[in-house]
């Protein structure tokens, strides 16, 4: 898979570590921008695999090939919202220090609320790949 995100400063985006069991094991730590556009390209779509944990309410997206967790989308209103793990870009590319959220007990419509305010806005995924890439 290969992600293309348009962002402003990576020094000023803090990744955000969720601290449910099935980020936890994934070692995720979340990058998003409001107002930016993720493009994921996927190679071979049977590596790809969707999941859903906890709530249902958000779609996990993971590289069966490397084992990577890629990026969380949810899709409200018809327009899909996402956040890519960190680990999708080179180390080289520094973000500023994570931060930790813990979502349990928050209301479905309170996290949803609060990931369409920050999460990047437009996510889609492509089964074409990019040349040179």
Known sequence: MKVEWQFDRASEVHPVICGCEYCTAHNAQYVFQADTVVEIHIREFSFYRQIQQGTKTAVFH???SCGMLVCVTVDSGGQVYGAINRDC?????????????????APIQDRIKKWEQNWCSSVTINSGWIAGH
Request: net charge negative; aromatic share 10%.
């Open 62 to 64: 993971e590289c069966l």
């Open 89 to 105: 870009f080179p180390e080289k590319l520094v973000f500023a220090t994570p931060l930790r959220v813990d979502h349990d007990g």
